[in-house]
């Protein structure tokens, strides 16, 4: 009895977490959430290349641009590729970009990080040659 008794309360403090965070997040349009206070969370904002047609090599003539200029502050990455390759994400200007988070192969899942709103993001290859296979997939969450 003392389990069937334990394992009701917990569902139920379960389903009540649950309600309460449904309760706290009113989806709106433009893809962000408003919170109960009513300021604003980005919502993920997706990149995708395939290399393919965006090939990437390892100088920065042959960096491959992400986001011009982010939007917001970025707090998180999630991070894919199946090229099997290492990469290097850069920040900063065209020709002035500096290694911010080195990329393994198939992705590094989803990063904390702090990236400031108006930021540059490209990504380029460490392998020496360039990789013409394979897609990268980039999320990101303010």
Do not use: W
Not at 47 to 71: F, K, M, P, Q
Not at 106 to 130: C, E, H, P, W, Y
């Amino acid at each position: 009895m003392i389990r069937k008794i334990v394992g009701s309360f917990a569902l139920e403090a379960t389903l009540q977490a649950i309600k309460t965070v449904t309760d706290m997040f009113n989806f709106t349009g433009g893809g962000a959430l408003e919170v109960s206070s009513g300021s604003l969370i980005p919502v993920a904002v997706g990149v995708r290349n395939d290399h393919s047609s965006g090939n990437v090599g390892d100088a920065a003539a042959t960096d491959v641009e992400l986001i011009a200029s982010t939007s917001a502050e970025i707090n998180r990455l999630e991070i894919f590729d199946s090229s099997g390759k290492e990469f290097l994400l850069m920040t900063g200007v065209e020709a002035s970009e500096t290694e911010f988070l080195r990329i393994l192969p198939g992705g590094n899942g989803q990063i904390d990080v702090l990236i400031a709103a108006g930021t540059r993001l490209v990504i380029r290859a460490t392998s020496g040659d360039t990789i013409d296979a394979g897609v990268f997939i980039m999320n990101t969450y303010g």
